[in-house]
């Protein structure tokens, strides 16, 4: 005990749970595939250990290597490398023939078709010819009309370590869609809509708020475009307006697209990655979530208190 003592220190600073926590999957679950003998069991033991890792190893590889074989090498220096190493990945060809709805279909060899949001894959199917550039489409010999070389979908976008993802089945769990807010440009919508004191532009520097509108949306996932287009995100949007709902949060309502027939869709765009300024915590108004509180971040809460003219915090 003393020794233990002058090697570990005191006996509470200690605590056994990790250790007996990796001696379930490092020494218990590899001894059921030994012989159960004294004499080899330490042998056989070591060895399935080894071996574990070597399969875990190459599986973790093949899950997330992106395959150089792709009928285009994007540069994994560059935008692609934005996209996590732990998210799935799928190359998709795009369909572009004359006069008909644009068609996709994945790489033969992909196996996580569910992993991408339906309306994600609907949307590109629906709009993917307005970001056609010319240089990428190519005659197409096995289908009428054109292809372009085709691009990665993904489902999480990594960024000075902070992980957005936008997954229809996660760890098969079900869908993970974050919100996060997205910065807009003003003179893509008309003049700007003051937001006092709603925090909607919170995480970036004032210059750069006065010139911009923020509005938040849900990630359905990410597309990687060849360049210069690059990484884009694809997020169901709320609208502009808004308005400031209990003392630590913003109202806002989900935007939506009007078709004949009375019936409404949820918008949907295509913006690139850069536009995310931060991860927003959404809670529905209502069962139907027509609109969402958007919680404010914890730094805000003490201004809140503060008397007029007051800065410090208490």
């Avoid at 994007?74 to 934005?82: I, S, V």
């Avoid at 003179?187 to 006065?210: F, H, L, M, S």
């Avoid at 939506?256 to 529905?284: A, F, N, Q, W």
Wanted: charged share 20%; glycine share 8%.
């Amino acid at each position: 005990m003393p020794d233990d003592i002058k090697r570990n220190g005191a006996p509470q600073g200690s605590h056994t749970g990790p250790t007996e926590h990796n001696h379930i999957r490092l020494v218990k679950r590899p001894a059921k595939g030994t012989q159960q003998c004294a004499e080899v069991f330490d042998k056989q033991l070591g060895q399935r250990v080894s071996d574990s890792y070597i399969v875990d190893m190459a599986y973790q590889r093949m899950t997330t290597q992106i395959d150089s074989n792709q009928p285009l090498a994007l540069d994994l220096e560059g935008e692609a490398a934005q996209l996590s190493s732990q998210g799935s990945k799928e190359w998709i060809s795009f369909l572009t023939p004359p006069n008909k709805p644009a068609q996709f279909r994945f790489d033969p060899t992909c196996k996580r078709n569910d992993h991408f949001c339906p309306d994600l894959l609907q949307f590109l199917k629906s709009h993917i010819k307005v970001y056609l550039l010319p240089e990428w489409q190519i005659s197409a010999e096995d289908v009428p009309g054109f292809t372009i070389p085709g691009a990665y979908l993904g489902t999480e976008y990594k960024r000075d370590g902070i992980i957005f993802r936008g997954h229809a089945n996660y760890r098969n769990g079900g869908p993970w869609y974050d919100w996060v807010m997205l910065r807009w440009d003003v003179e893509d919508t008309g003049k700007p809509i003051p937001t006092p004191g709603c925090q909607a532009g919170y995480g970036d520097d004032d210059n750069i708020v006065q010139h911009h509108l923020y509005a938040p949306g849900q990630i359905l996932g990410f597309v990687n475009f060849p360049q210069p287009t690059g990484l884009q995100v694809v997020v169901s949007t709320c609208d502009y307006h808004h308005k400031q709902g209990s003392v630590f949060s913003t109202l806002w309502q989900k935007s939506y697209v009007y078709h004949s027939g009375h019936r409404k869709t949820r918008r949907i765009e295509i913006v690139d990655v850069d536009s995310i300024v931060r991860h927003c915590l959404m809670v529905p108004h209502d069962n139907i979530e027509s609109c969402y509180h958007e919680i404010w971040c914890q730094e805000l809460w003490s201004n809140q208190f503060n008397l007029p003219g007051d800065d410090s915090g208490t």
